[in-house]
């Protein structure tokens, strides 16, 4: 783990090069598809160990900071658990590993809180946090909008182009930058879900939702009751 560690930050290059580490350093060859199971949207990407291949998804072209985690999540397979993998396996066919966005088993998860940290070392992510105007305390239960304000702020100023802003949310929250708050899935639940989190209750919530899809119709029944 130390040596991909170690390669990343020589001369501190930022972002961090995961597809230079992945082909160059470790010997893998990146091949971004569509097909067989990953026509499914939900299997993001993948390794074989005795193949030396990493697989994306095709869909992740267009989300650079989606892609680059997923590379970054394949090459923590490879520092975590490939020798595992290797005396352990039982057949002589190679297998790939895939991970999907529903519940992660625990391997997964080590992938992924690997990648945030090759992606986003400490060191740098708390640097970035300490020039804003915020200062160097952590912030108390922000709402989502101000999480992720603060969030692409230390993008910019950590230099982090190659992640996501919800990427970079969950690595504050990691790093106990911020406090009182929940991870973010990057989609549009994460507000709703902040704002059962302060206290709406499922009803309040329900209603919200509804009049922000259908305002006419709420305007139109609030005439009617008059």
């Not at 020039?131 to 160097?136: E, F, Y």
């Given at each position: 783990?130390?040596?991909?560690?170690?390669?990343?930050?020589?001369?501190?290059?930022?972002p961090t090069p995961v597809e230079v580490l992945a082909e160059q350093f470790l010997g893998y060859e990146i091949v971004i598809t569509d097909e067989g199971l990953f026509a499914d949207p939900d299997y993001l990407g993948g390794i074989v160990f005795e193949d030396q291949s990493i697989t994306v998804n095709a869909a992740l072209t267009a989300h650079e900071g989606r892609y680059n985690f997923t590379i970054a999540h394949e090459i923590g397979h490879h520092v975590l658990?490939?020798?595992h993998y290797l005396r352990n396996k039982t057949t002589n066919t190679a297998q790939i590993i895939c991970r999907d966005t529903h519940e992660k088993p625990l391997v997964e998860r080590q992938a992924d809180r690997f990648?945030?940290?090759?992606?986003?070392?400490?060191e740098w992510v708390i640097a970035a946090f300490e020039?804003?105007?915020?200062?160097?305390?952590?912030?108390?239960?922000?709402?989502?909008?101000?999480?992720?304000?603060?969030?692409?702020r230390v993008v910019e100023t950590g230099q982090f182009a190659n992640v996501s802003n919800t990427a970079m949310v969950n690595r504050l929250i990691d790093l106990g930058l911020v406090s009182g708050a929940l991870y973010?899935?990057?989609?549009?639940?994460?507000f709703y879900r902040d704002a059962r989190f302060i206290g709406f209750n499922q009803r309040t919530l329900r209603l919200a939702v509804a009049v922000l899809r259908h305002p006419l119709r709420f305007i139109k029944k609030i005439r009617r009751s008059k």
């Open positions: 783990m130390l040596s991909v560690l170690g390669a990343a930050r020589a001369g501190q290059q930022r658990h490939r020798d990648a945030a940290a090759l992606l986003m070392p400490a020039t804003l105007s915020t200062g160097s305390q952590p912030v108390d239960r922000p709402t989502t909008g101000m999480l992720r304000g603060i969030a692409a973010q899935s990057g989609r549009p639940q994460d």
